[in-house]
């Protein structure tokens, strides 16, 4: 019998100068093709690139891991109806302020959000389309070898779910190597023979801010049209935002696309003394010149962070009450609340009706598919749920399999296993239930090499896979214009790391070989 494939290494033992040489392809092809970054301070010191012209390399995998096929095609699969679930949380307020309410005393952030919103629907919203870029994030779970495996919601993000415009330059990252340079070391690895899924995040996400420019467009404009990407400033992966952007004015209708620092939106932007409030946006060049903000994108906002002051919440005001499309609006901001995840995957003790069906038809085949995909989690409320997981969260060993997660994005946030009793007793107990305690998820062992700041980590990782999505929606008639599967990100990180934000530092970019 020939000996199977399985039993090689994957990825291949390197000589030291195959390594060298993996790493010049692709610091080279990186830089090239736009998977970089803004150095990181630890790298380059601000003192010693004055004008930021500096760009440098994403970390990222020399090896596309192995994925499940399976499991990837799982995700992709029910990414529409994640997307469609989603879009009617955002339509629910009643369910949205009731979630609200519960954490709205201990948590400053969402009161604030909440009071933006109240304030808009108190003057009547002018706009009811609503669009979401979404992007739901899975690790495998596998509980013994002979399981088939199965994907687990790590969470759901509904602002600024980033990383799509990297993401499929990854994967040409990969198949480019798997032409070039892979083939040199072993044959098994040459295009042929990976199975490497194709990776059209970029297309798919601008396609989803073009149907909102579109459904907005159709309307009698007062100004020309743009899309406002409302940003951070400084932003280190600025390119992951220039690659949407760039595929928006590639097309053969190019789109006007303009990036506004959050905290200079009441400088940049005016609303029109009209009943339909249009959004203005007047170019710092030349303010004369006026645009009407079709779409405003949000890759800013989504922490308290990006809001020191009150003009900020009035920056926030401005933009939620325009005619603008906003992605996300605030209520679709708070659909993915932590909160919100948990009392999705928390079975409701009184019935056997799944929560989902509020939302979903309960003849629905999909709703099963969604909670599939749902791991344990668990309120630190005054319920008989809350009580049981407090108790699991401050006891010494049983915490050990479980993450305290608060109502933040962007990474950084979440405290892990034995951390979690000593944080909590630091906290006044009104204020654990603004927290959700869930169950760790261990992906079975997977190795591969990340090339982070020119140096090499091997052994092993932990891969989380995102997909996509893109939906457009009617906040008022509940009618669904437009929903797609966006594509995938794959993210690796060592698996000593408790965290895998690649913009915080802890993860790697990287591609799915599909197995
Ligand atoms: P954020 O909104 O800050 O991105 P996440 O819920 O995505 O918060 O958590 C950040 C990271 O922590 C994830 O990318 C993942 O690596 C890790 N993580 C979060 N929840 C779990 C879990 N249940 N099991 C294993 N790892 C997790
Ligand atoms: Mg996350």
Redesign the pocket.
Known sequence: MAPSRAAEPYPPNLHPSEAEQLVATIKDWSIAHGLAVRPPPAVISAEADPQGILATTVPVTLFPSPFPRICFEQAKSIQKAYNKLYASIAQDEGFLEEIVQQIIEVDDFIAELWQVHLKVKEEGYVQNLSLGLFRS?YMVHQSTAEEIPTIKQ??F?TIASSFGGLSSQTSKLHKYLAVSDYPLFKKSLQTTELDLPENQSTKSLALGLRSAYDAYTKSENIHPCCIIFVVQDPERNIFDQRHLEYELQQHKSPISVFRLPFAETLTRTSIAETSKRQLLYHLPSNPSKVFEVAVVYFRAGYGPGDYPDASAWNARLQIERSNAIKCPTILTQLAGAKKVQQVLATPTSSSNLSILTRFIEAEDPSIHGLEDTFTNIFPLDDTPAGQEARKLAIDPEKCKGYVLKPQREG?GNNIYRTAIPPFLKSLPETHWKSFILMEIIIPPPVKNIILRNGALEQGGVICELGVYGTCLWDQATKKILHNEEAGYLLRTKGDKSEEGGVAAGFGSMDSCRLV
């Open positions: 994030d790590v969470e993000n990474g």
